[in-house]
C-alpha cells in the first residue's frame, strides 16, 4: 500500500530540528507492522500537497502546535482535499490537529479544551475493547462531530476521542506516533509553556506507556478494510 503522509506539524524550532520529524515518527511507527508499504512524505504546513489521488491508497494527517482555526490558506487547502478525497473513497486517518481538521472540513466542530492542555499519556476508553493507553498534547477539541460519524474512543474530558464515518475516515486526538523519550523531551524543554503543575502530572503519567505496535496494527487494520 502507499499511505500519503500529509504533515502538518508547523513547529521549525531548535527542538523540533533534534528530533525526528513527523513524516519520520509515522513512518517509523508504520514500520513496526507494515514495513514494505510505502510513505510518501507531504509538507502540507508549507502547500506541498499530492498533485492528486493517483497511486495513493489512503493518507494520515499528523498532530500540528496550529490551531485549525488560523485561518492559513493551506488550512484551508487540506479541509479542501479532505472533503475531495473522503467524496472518492480515499481513507483518511487523522491524529490530533488531523483529528480536528477533518472534524472541521465536514461539518463539525472545535473548541478550546475547557482544563486547559492535556499532556502525557492518556488513557481512553474504546467500547469495542477497553482502555487504550496514548500520549497528549493538545489545547482544541472536537465538541461536535460531522454528519454521518459515530464516536468511537473518549475520555472523561474529551468526549469525542476519536471518531469514524462509514469505512472512510477514522481518527484519534491522540498521539500513536509519538516515543516516551520524545515525549519526556517536549515535556521538559516546554515546561515553561505548560506550567509546573501540568507538566509534573504528565511526567507521572508516563509511568502508563501505550503500545506503539498495537497502535500500528489499528491504523494498518483501518487501511486494509474492504471498501
Not at 482555526?69 to 473513497?89: F, P, T, Y
Not at 467500547?127 to 475520555?155: K, N, R
Request: net charge negative; glycine share 8%; hydrophobic share 40%.
Amino acid at each position: 500500500m502507499r499511505i500519503a503522509i500529509l504533515m502538518s506539524n508547523i513547529d521549525e524550532s531548535d527542538f523540533a530540528q533534534r528530533h525526528p520529524r513527523d513524516g519520520e515518527k509515522f513512518k517509523a511507527l508504520m514500520s513496526l507492522t507494515r514495513p514494505n508499504w510505502d510513505y510518501p512524505v507531504f509538507r502540507v504546513k508549507d502547500n506541498v500537497f499530492p498533485e492528486n489521488a493517483n497511486g495513493i491508497d489512503g493518507a494520515i494527517i499528523t498532530g500540528s502546535p496550529a490551531s485549525v482555526h488560523d485561518g492559513e490558506d493551506w488550512i484551508a487547502r487540506l479541509e479542501e482535499l479532505v472533503r475531495d478525497w473522503s467524496a472518492k473513497g480515499i481513507p483518511i486517518y487523522g491524529v490530533c490537529f488531523g483529528h480536528q481538521v477533518i472534524a472541521k472540513a465536514l461539518g463539525g466542530a472545535v473548541t478550546n479544551n475547557p482544563d486547559g492542555w492535556v499532556l502525557g499519556t492518556v488513557e481512553t476508553l474504546y467500547p469495542s475493547e477497553g482502555t487504550v493507553a496514548a500520549f497528549a498534547a493538545h489545547t482544541e477539541q472536537v465538541t461536535t462531530l460531522p454528519e454521518g460519524a459515530e464516536t468511537i474512543a473518549s475520555t472523561p474530558g474529551c468526549p469525542v476521542a476519536g471518531y469514524r464515518i462509514t469505512a472512510q475516515v477514522e481518527t484519534t486526538q491522540y498521539h500513536p506516533e509519538m516515543t516516551e523519550a520524545f515525549m519526556a523531551a517536549l515535556i521538559n524543554d516546554h515546561r515553561d509553556t505548560f506550567g509546573d503543575a501540568v507538566a509534573q502530572a504528565a511526567e507521572a503519567s508516563l509511568s502508563i506507556k501505550p503500545n506503539l505496535s498495537a497502535w500500528a496494527e489499528r491504523i494498518a487494520h483501518f487501511f486494509e478494510k474492504p471498501r
